[in-house]
């Protein structure tokens, strides 16, 4: 192995994980990116997955397929679940259940493969305060099942697990990536963005991103169905 | 929800989860048998799967796929790396990098969406000792993740991960399984079972499983590929 550390990383195609990613390359890891299919309604969250990933420099960029929408349970995998256009109190409909635990157990899979010393995720405690899996206790305690359960673990290189957005605000993810030059453009939050990658502008998704964008002070690039009517 | 708990089986179609299922059962679990797709090259263990889930007595028996192929690795997934044919020392060529956690997450999350209580799986310390994600600190530290990162963990209804074989040998597993009445005729163990279903005689998994039968005094009901040359 040469010097360089490698590093998986969680790629949806969002803006979040878009400024991980470049976060991850500012510390100079050589980033194989990772992108999961879970039958997702926001299909064009992948295309972005794939600009992100090519302009961002990743070593390598996967897109694995899983299958949770045999699951079901989320409006974002389940056609009879409408996603909510109103903020709404406690776990939202849009949770996917132990989603990031998938995520995180193909993440740690791919990393033990290649030898890598790091996974990286952007979920964030601040606008996902519904989401179980969005709080640090869950990625410490996953960090220590990586200790005791991985081959990596027990010959002790654990992984590390960094979620460095965890406590920022959508308005600081937002300077901090444009800091280290990722176009939000090419990104999509949308839970439900049409055929041509457009956003709806109504979901909760697309209205955290909104706000986030305005508390910044910096111009929306996000196109949206209706130009003229979004948050 | 009716008196009777429900619980995720977790169910290979080899003999240590029929096993488990059939303690499942015995216990009154309302059971629901998941079994994954995850690239194996022993597909004849998902025939027997869905068998075994039947005359068993599962409510629902689920087949989901995962993409573990895509990440490589092991001998189980990858046809570039030969299945051995002799005892290794150290972590098996046929460990799948974080295979019982993307399992175990698959679990939780169907978990989650039925409200279980519990969740099976049977891994075992004794005869898998290479493998990290067999031991009993991997198992509590994967339940206290689901404490802290479940909805069903936040509220207070935290899912218990079940491994009554962790600790058995392969003779009292058998026996246990016989006890519960299970036809381990129609099991599956080995690693590279030809198209008929029939076992190599050869590989670890036949070995430990022939051992087992000859330890527990048990006539061995395994269909071999060679009837007259196996252990």
Same mark, same amino acid.
């Given at each position: 192995?040469?010097?360089?550390?490698?590093?998986?990383?969680?790629?949806? /195609?969002?803006?979040?994980?878009?400024?991980?990613?470049?976060?991850?390359?500012?510390?100079?890891?050589? @980033? %194989?990116?990772?992108?999961?299919?879970?039958? &997702?309604?926001?299909?064009?969250?992948? =295309?972005?997955?794939? &600009?992100?990933?090519?302009?961002?420099?990743?070593?390598?960029?996967?897109?694995?397929?899983?299958?949770?929408?045999?699951?079901?349970?989320?409006?974002?995998?389940?056609? $009879?679940?409408?996603?909510?256009?109103?903020? =709404?109190? /406690?776990?939202?409909?849009?949770?996917?259940?132990?989603? !990031? #635990?998938?995520?995180?157990?193909?993440?740690?899979?791919?990393?033990?493969? #290649?030898?890598? $010393?790091?996974?990286?995720?952007?979920? =964030?405690?601040?606008? %996902?305060?519904? %989401?179980?899996?969005?709080? +640090?206790?869950?990625?410490?305690?996953?960090?220590?099942?990586?200790?005791?359960?991985?081959?990596? /673990?027990?010959?002790?290189?654990?992984?590390?697990? =960094?979620?460095?957005?965890?406590?920022?605000?959508? $308005?600081?993810?937002?300077?901090?990536?444009?800091?280290?030059?990722?176009?939000?453009?090419?990104?999509?939050?949308? %839970?439900?963005?049409?055929?041509?990658?457009?956003?709806?502008?109504?979901?909760?998704? @697309?209205?955290?991103?909104? *706000?986030?964008?305005?508390?910044?002070?910096?111009?929306? +690039?996000?196109?949206?169905?209706?130009? *003229? !009517?979004? +948050?």
């Amino acid at each position: 192995m040469s010097g360089t550390l490698r590093a998986v990383v969680l790629l949806s /195609g969002g803006l979040d994980s878009a400024t991980v990613l470049a976060i991850a390359r500012a510390e100079e890891f050589d @980033c %194989y990116a990772l992108s999961v299919d879970y039958g &997702q309604r926001h299909r064009a969250e992948l =295309n972005s997955a794939v &600009q992100v990933a090519a302009v961002l420099g990743a070593h390598e960029h996967r897109v694995m397929r899983i299958d949770l929408a045999g699951i079901g349970g989320s409006a974002l995998t389940d056609a $009879s679940i409408a996603v909510p256009e109103q903020p =709404n109190a /406690g776990i939202p409909v849009t949770y996917v259940p132990a989603r !990031n #635990l998938q995520l995180l157990a193909l993440a740690a899979g791919w990393a033990e493969v #290649l030898d890598a $010393s790091d996974i990286f995720i952007g979920v =964030n405690a601040v606008d %996902y305060s519904g %989401y179980p899996d969005c709080r +640090p206790e869950f990625i410490d305690a996953f960090e220590a099942t990586l200790r005791v359960g991985t081959r990596a /673990g027990v010959e002790g290189r654990a992984l590390r697990v =960094n979620a460095p957005l965890i406590r920022w605000s959508k $308005s600081r993810i937002i300077r901090e990536g444009l800091a280290r030059g990722v176009d939000f453009a090419i990104t999509t939050s949308c %839970y439900q963005s049409d055929a041509l990658g457009r956003a709806c502008g109504r979901c909760d998704s @697309c209205r955290i991103r909104a *706000e986030g964008f305005a508390a910044a002070g910096v111009a929306d +690039p996000t196109r949206y169905v209706d130009a *003229e !009517n979004h +948050p």
